[in-house]
């Protein structure tokens, strides 16, 4: 009796949401487990996890158990890697660790061979034929001011607080460290971390890097947090975490939700190298950590068969945009040891700042950043806007190719006797105001109205 009830709910909810069609009365609508069970999740085309429902598939917990950790493991959920790359994996993976998400892996596309996800957690015989790399190129260690602290700005510092990710990325920077030391022992030596802040209190940021922090233990977490809060000259905690694209259901927790939303000096960097990454489970990361007062931005890293070309970036920063996810930087890879076959040119990120930058909203752009040898940090490269200059004017360029020059101050320019001149030297002297590229689309929409000569 019980189930005619259920039933009866059943069919209502449906035609509440909508979905009565026309048939009227006599149609009987397909009862909601049947619906379900008709629809494939993309997961379930994984002859391992054929038979997870949704509701494992997303608890975190189910999904730190079933870690992919062996090669063997990722054998059993890939069965369609060749013997050759069987081997390789085997052979890169007791060098450096392997470790993926069943959601991160479920986002490989078996059919593409150039798979974006594919190639940034599956490893690749390229890491260990990497003779120029650097162990620790951005000389972190040398930065290191107490166990696991790394002072290199003025203002802010950066924590290593655990070797542990959700997914270890194969392009990672700080691939000398993952799984193994490096970090801070928290309950042993985070004392030290908060006597140095003490001391230095032109210190107002702290960065919570590793490794990934979001996958500390919450007393862990909480500790740290609360340690930070009684330093009256930290204004700002930024966390540095993948797990927005490498386990969103992380944060669909509860607990760890609540957690967050206790401290009011919260910024959260995250990682998307993809438009492939972004899902409805990420956004929904996302929108919980908005709602826990978190601002949340974005570090993509320039990768070589990635996501090395304008059409790929644009996507991905406007996807990002969508979900609220502001572009914040765009890094060079950098020469670390076992990763450089995903570098390529800085003209590359030259040019897919030049398909941006106008082309597409402000706020969907990144500064696109090399970091420099010996512990220079990030330095900002870009095209060149700044055609010439001279003691009152500046020749610039917009993205469209058009020229003019710009001045800061009214006093009109001497009267030039002589010849009249051409080129970028008339827009210094003041013989012309502009030069303009012809039949751009925002000059057939101006016909109506003509450039006003100053
Ligand atoms: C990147 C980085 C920072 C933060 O730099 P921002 O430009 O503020 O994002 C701080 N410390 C270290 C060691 C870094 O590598
Ligand atoms: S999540 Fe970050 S720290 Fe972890 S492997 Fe990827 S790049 Fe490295």
Redesign the pocket.
Known sequence: MKNKKDERIKRESIVSSGNSGDGGDKEEPPSIPTLIKEKIYPWQKLPSYENIPPDLFFDWRWQLKNMIRTPHQLFEVLPYLTPEERENIKMVSKRYPLLISPYYLSLINPEDPEDPIKKQAIPLIDELLDYKGIKDP?E?EG?EAVPGL????PD???LITTNFCTTYCRHCTRKRLLGKGGTVRIYQEFERVLNYLKEHPEIN?V?LSGGDPLTLPLPKLKFILDGLKTIPSIHVVRIGSRVPVTLPMRLFDEELLNLLSQYDFLWL?THFNHPNEITEYSKKAIFNLCKCGIPVNNQTVLLKGINDDVETMRELFKGLLKIKVRP??LFHCDPTKGVSHFRTSVYKGIEIIEGLRGHISGLAIPTYVV?APHGG??VPVMPNYIISMSEDKIVLRNYEGMIFSYTWNDKKYKEFKGQKNEGIYSLLNGDLDYLIPEKTKRMERRKKYEIKDS
């Open positions: 951005l972190e930065d790394i002072h290199r700005y802010r510092v950066l940021e960065i960097n914040y930087y970091d940090g990030k």
